[in-house]
């Protein structure tokens, strides 16, 4: 029934069942990832990320890891991926409720991220950094 309904959402609407166009921009992302993968493509406006993608939905991935591979490829990623590491190893040996309310946040920001980048980039950075100064405090 899934396969019948897709079909039946695809012809009629001419859109996938997410309603958003996201899977073909994440497949998309992931074609493209594989082109560069080290380097990725760099910060790219919207008219580019458009010419890239091949069609205008999505000024962005909208989805936090494919960002990064798509805009910093596979070093950006390890960058990251040892940023996140080292700030939950530090914050955890912080029992202060503070600091475990912000590693928790900046956790449920991150997996929020895997459907939808916008959030983060107004709420997850700020986050980190209250991650690091709770880190330090003891």
């Known amino acids: 029934t899934t396969l019948f309904r897709s079909t039946l959402v695809s012809k009629y609407f001419g859109k996938d069942l997410t309603f958003t166009g996201r ?3 994440w497949a998309r992302c992931l074609e493209l990832f594989l082109q560069k993968p080290m380097s990725g493509y760099g910060y790219v406006n ?4 458009f010419s890239l993608i091949g069609v205008g939905i999505g000024a962005h991935p909208h989805n936090y890891l494919l960002a990064w591979l798509f805009y910093g ?9 040892i940023a996140y590491f080292i700030l939950i190893k530090s914050v955890k040996k912080n029992t202060s409720v503070q600091a475990r309310v912000y590693l928790w946040a900046t956790i449920s920001f991150f997996v929020m991220g ?3 980048v916008g959030i983060l980039s107004v709420l997850m950075h700020p986050m980190l950094l209250l991650c690091e100064y709770y880190s330090k405090k003891r």
């Open 23 to 25: 899977s073909y921009v």
């Open 46 to 49: 919207s008219d580019e990320f």
């Open 73 to 81: 490829g596979v070093f950006s990623v390890v960058c990251v991926a």
């Open 114 to 116: 895997v459907t939808d």
